[in-house]
């Protein structure tokens, strides 16, 4: 018995080294030394990824320039690298694509702070959040977080040659959190949950002045204070509704209001 067991440990042994023999093998013959990227330097890699670009095959062109920047990554060529691997996942697209590449935007925005890059990697770090962006009756997490990263360029960076684009964007955004805002508002109106469209439509009047749906907005507030008895309220509503915007549609459904005797 004792005979048995040691021939089997033997052999056990024998079958572990084999494999870790087979194993090197392999990573010598058709694993890691082998892969040609591997084997480049940080310029050759950047170069080879930079051609990959123009080529529009991003995905082989992340990996040569994620390589590019691990080889050396506080170089010239790393620091490039780093930048160029983000707007390959850009380009590639997609959501998941497009998480990555924040990711490597902001890697590149903490490790170098001071790059004369660092507007053009805010707008692309922006970009990469706008992209995820709901319609207005969905979550506007993500638009409030472009939002923010929009205005961070202006604040940081202001005059440079993306401030006009990121201007545009911020302005579209902004549109698309006032319609949220004005989607809650009509949903508690349908639901006749009235205060609770009262307060949404008016802290959209006030939270988005440049909102080009204001005077619907004006309309289903007073149409809203009207529902709940507040026919001051309401009048006052459709009067700025009538004043602002005489040639809105919404002006001709203004109701007849009906008041207690002795209060119109």
Known sequence: MLLSRRSSSRWTWAAISACVVLLATACKSGGIEDDPILRLSAEEALAQGQ??????????????????????????????????AADALYLKGGDSNYIK????????????PTSERGAYVQLQLANCLAERVLRADRDQSSTRKALAAYEELL????????????????????????????????????RRLYQGAVGRFEG???????????????????????????????????????????????VEKIPQLEFPEGEE
């Open 51 to 84: 051609e990959l670009i123009e080529a529009e095959k991003y995905v082989q062109a992340e990996q040569y320039l994620t390589h590019a920047f691990e080889v050396a990554p506080n170089s010239a060529s790393g620091r490039e690298a780093l930048l160029l």
């Open 101 to 112: 590449a924040e990711a490597k935007y902001r890697d590149f925005l903490n490790r170098f």
């Open 155 to 190: 604040r940081l960076y202001p005059g440079s040659e993306h401030t006009e684009e990121a201007q545009q964007r911020t302005s579209e955004l902004r549109a698309t959190l006032a319609e949220h805002e004005f989607q809650i508002g009509y949903h508690n109106f349908r």
């Open 204 to 250: 959209l009047l006030e939270e988005y002045p440049e909102y080009s749906a204001r005077d619907r907005v004006l309309y289903y507030l007073g149409l809203t204070q009207h529902r709940r008895g507040q026919l001051e309220q309401a009048s006052a509503a459709f009067e700025r509704l009538r004043n602002e915007y005489p040639e809105s549609e919404w």
